[in-house]
């Protein structure tokens, strides 16, 4: 189903049996993105389904994918992050508590974990967009530290971030980033695309849709 991005069927099937909620956790650690990055918008789906008569039991689910965050668990969910954000983001009055936890794991976390969370924290944010807006000036230099990071991945999602909170303006006075040709991969309805970190800043520095 997350081959076919069979959104509909399967989140159907996680209605019915609720475990395999935390199945697609288990997917998230699938050595394909695509799979990964479905699994993740399969959850958010799911789960705002689930949170309609049960949001006691997505709750449940967001406390273990918190905890999954630390070695302690025995088995680091790399994805947690953004899995938490697309979650938060469908029912963000259900688990509002959630949006800090979420935006500060940017700071709280040990430097030595933090640089393999990092990426997905900042698109966790971003996700999140308007949500985290209250809570965005605190974690702010932490992401603009990284526009400066020697890897694309990074520099990029920090882009994509401030444009998503609504703080491309930062971006006018870095015209060396416009002109970044750094690969970035993104992924967007549905599908995994590269793109450029310049695209990425024209996007945020737009209006209207720019192609990535």
Known sequence: MLQDRDLDGLVEEVVRKRRLLGSLVSQTYDPEPLICWRA????????????????DFVR???????????????????????????????????????????????????????????????????????????????????????????????????????GQVGQADLLRDRPDLLSDEGTVGFYEDGHLTRTTIGRLVQRALCDGPVEL
Request: proline letters at 6%; hydrophobic letters at 50%; a negative charge.
């Open 40 to 55: 993740i918008e399969a959850m958010g789906l799911a789960a705002r389904r689930i949170a309609e008569d049960d949001p």
């Open 60 to 162: 449940e689910h967001l406390r273990r994918l918190y905890w999954l965050l630390s070695e302690e668990s025995g088995g680091i969910c790399w994805r947690a992050p953004e899995a938490m954000a697309e979650i938060v983001r469908h029912r963000p009055r259900l688990f509002a508590e959630y949006i800090p936890i979420v935006v500060f794991l940017i700071l709280n976390l040990a430097e030595e974990d933090l640089d393999h969370f990092r990426t997905g924290i900042l698109w966790a944010i971003g996700r999140l967009g308007a949500l985290a807006g209250d809570h965005i000036p605190a974690v702010l230099p932490a992401i603009t530290s990284v526009l400066n990071d020697s890897d694309p991945q990074v520099r990029g999602m920090a882009v994509w971030c401030l």
